[in-house]
């Protein structure tokens, strides 16, 4: 046994053997998993693969240049085994990119390279060629505006303050061309379904030229904080509370007050400005049958977006109705023609008596000249004639006059 390993002839067949053995492992890589196979069973076969939307990188510096007319995929197929076509699907560990190192600012076609692949590969690139134009960089500082979105959207009577925008300007990059043409930088905002302060973290930063079309630039920082105080206009105006209905017989009105007597009105300046009082309240006397506080609600006036408080208290105070009687008040005539004169039939001393009724506190200080009695005689000319006696009554009191129409005669 000892001889037979030491015999030339079979130490010479050993290290043949382990040397077909490292070739076999040498030749096994990553994109051929099935090396082995390939290498001892050649089928002689080949299949094509392509590979759609693969990123186009760009070798460059991004310091000093920008770069315009890049496509962001090309399509890459892919000739040779299965099995090294499986294994680059699967790992994907190639590159394709344009080199532009060293090329000046200007237009270039250049080829559309790549690295990664395995040798057994052959590659083909779609498109093979690309036109780029290469700038230098620019990048200046802008202060950013706010942009409004749907500020339709947001209540009438909501009036916005000044806009904060933190950090207030930011840094704008990109082509000398592309950067000298920025006109606007805005912070955009969207006010669909606000209803107190904006306070918005992450408001995207656009970049406009002088017409208004956006930019192709890059922003540093892309979003800012905005702050927007929402104020709302407010008046005070007094409220006027009118009375509907009778009250019951034997009772009069004695007081009518609302608590509190002035509301506050908000909305919008135009609107405010327009609106003295509140006046369509009102209590309905046929249900008062004795002192009563009733609550109302306050009415918003046209345009207005609220009022604080919404409703108040309204008391309402009564007495037992109480009688008094003015005498002798007398009755002045009207429009009577010049050169003539006129003669009281009835009342006979061109007086009247009047019955007021009310409160006690109402009729102490009543007196006949609170009343003014007329009557008109316009086109009358001459006779008798009848006519209507017609009483002022600034106070609206409960009256009853002795006489309703007066009977004269004009000579």
């Known amino acids: 046994m000892d001889n037979w390993l030491r015999s030339p002839w079979v130490i010479r067949g050993i290290s043949l053997l382990l040397a077909v053995a490292l070739y076999i492992s040498v030749s096994l ?87 990664g692949f395995s040798n057994n590969l052959s590659v083909f690139i779609e498109p093979e060629t690309v036109e780029v134009e290469i700038e230098e960089r620019l990048t200046k500082e802008y202060k950013v505006d ?24 930011v ?41 208004g079309n956006e930019l192709n630039v890059y922003v540093d920082p892309s979003t800012v904080g905005v702050e927007i105080p929402v104020e709302v206009g407010r008046k005070e105006v007094p409220l006027q509370v ?6 019951p017989e034997g009772l009069s009105l004695q007081s009518i007050t ?48 609220k009022v604080e408080p919404s409703t108040v208290e309204v008391e309402v105070n009564v007495e037992e109705t109480q009688e008094k009687i003015i005498d002798e008040i007398p009755i ?8 003539r004169d006129v003669t009281f039939i009835s009342p006979e001393n061109g007086t009247i008596n009047l019955k007021v009724s009310g409160t006690a506190e109402q009729l102490e200080e009543i007196t006949a000249e609170n009343f003014v009695a007329t009557i008109d005689v316009e086109g009358f000319y001459e006779g008798e004639f009848e006519t209507e006696i017609k009483i002022s009554n600034p106070e609206e009191y409960v009256i009853t006059s002795n006489y309703n129409n007066a009977r004269v005669r004009i000579e």
């Open 242 to 247: 009118s009375t509907e209905g009778e009250l």
């Open 258 to 305: 609302a608590n509190p007597e002035v509301v506050a009105v908000f909305g919008q300046e135009s609107v405010l400005n327009s609106i003295e009082n509140i006046s369509n309240l009102s209590v309905n006397l046929a249900a008062i049958s004795e002192d009563k506080t009733v609550e109302l609600e306050v009415p918003i006036p046209p345009g207005a977006t």
């Open 146 to 169: 706010t942009e409004l979105m749907n500020r339709d959207q947001i209540n009438e009577g909501y009036i916005l303050g000044e806009p904060t925008v933190k950090p207030a300007t």
């Open 171 to 211: 840094k704008v990059t990109g082509g000398k061309s592309e950067v000298d043409k920025t006109a606007m930088v805005k912070a955009i905002v969207d006010l669909t379904g606000v209803e107190d302060e904006i306070d918005i973290d992450n408001a995207p930063v656009k970049v406009y030229d002088q017409q």
């Open 332 to 339: 002045q005539v009207e429009n009577l023609e010049d050169g």
């Open 29 to 115: 890589s990553e994109d051929n998993a099935n090396g082995l196979e390939d290498t001892l069973f050649p089928s002689g076969s080949s299949e094509t693969v392509t590979m759609n939307s693969i990123p186009l990188q760009v070798r460059i510096n991004e310091e000093k240049y920008v770069v315009k007319g890049v496509p962001q995929y090309v399509n890459v197929s892919i000739e040779g085994s299965k099995s090294a076509i499986t294994s680059t699907e699967r790992v994907r560990s190639f590159d394709v990119f344009i080199d532009l190192e060293g090329l000046e600012p200007g237009t270039h076609e250049v080829n559309v390279q790549h690295a």
